[in-house]
């Protein structure tokens, strides 16, 4: 997680300072030890870990920009996700995982009715993978911090994706 944390193409767009080895520690350990509501997973391709998918309840984050627009129900969820390898981008590895993720975690094993993302309007790969997964424009919100316009799109459970 450090060294992908700290890769250029994650933190334009994930978070931009990077991450030192003990902020990742205090970052996402509570995640993996399930003290922090957040279903966190490393992604792999043939047992060779290559990136990080993570879901959550947006309304365990109502400071998430989604909410600010989504008004987002009770079974409301969201997800974040990286390829931490730059030279598996652009080869349907994230799409095909945000897929997988949505049928079995999100809609799956947690039931959700809805999933929002929030992609910077800026991260076109971010945008057409969630495209390509079926995800739905809905609006263009300004970002948390008010830097960057995002995108909110969402995608129901109405059907597995096939
Ligand atoms: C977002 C991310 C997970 C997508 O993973 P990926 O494996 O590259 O995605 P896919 O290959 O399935 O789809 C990407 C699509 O974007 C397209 N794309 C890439 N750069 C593009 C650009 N500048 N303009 C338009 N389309 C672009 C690709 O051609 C591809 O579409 P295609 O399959 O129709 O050709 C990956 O880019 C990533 O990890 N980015 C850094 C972290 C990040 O932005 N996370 C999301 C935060 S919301």
């Known amino acids: 997680m450090h060294r992908w944390l700290n890769m250029p193409h994650v933190r334009q767009w994930w978070d931009k300072a990077g991450a030192s080895l003990d902020e990742v520690e205090r970052k996402y350990a509570p995640r993996v030890a399930g003290t922090i509501p957040v279903s966190c997973f490393i992604i792999e ?10 879901a959550y309840w947006l309304r365990d984050f109502p400071e998430n920009s989604a909410c600010a627009l989504a008004e987002p129900s009770e079974r409301s969820a969201s997800l974040d996700v990286f390829v931490g390898e730059p030279e598996l981008l652009n080869s349907g590895i994230g799409s095909a995982v945000v897929r997988m993720f949505l049928n079995d975690v999100v809609f799956g094993r947690m039931k959700a009715e809805r999933c ?3 992609p910077s309007q800026n991260n076109h790969a ?12 809905s609006t263009t919100i300004q970002s948390a911090d008010g830097t960057e316009a995002e995108i909110l799109m969402w995608c129901q459970n109405s059907a597995q994706i096939d």
Not at 45 to 54: A, H, K, L, N, T
Not at 126 to 137: C, E, I, L, P, R
Request: a positive charge.
């Open 45 to 54: 391709i043939d047992c060779r870990p290559i990136g990080y998918i993570q």
């Open 116 to 118: 929002f993302v929030a």
């Open 126 to 137: 971010a945008v057409a993978a969630y495209h390509k997964v079926g995800f739905q424009n």
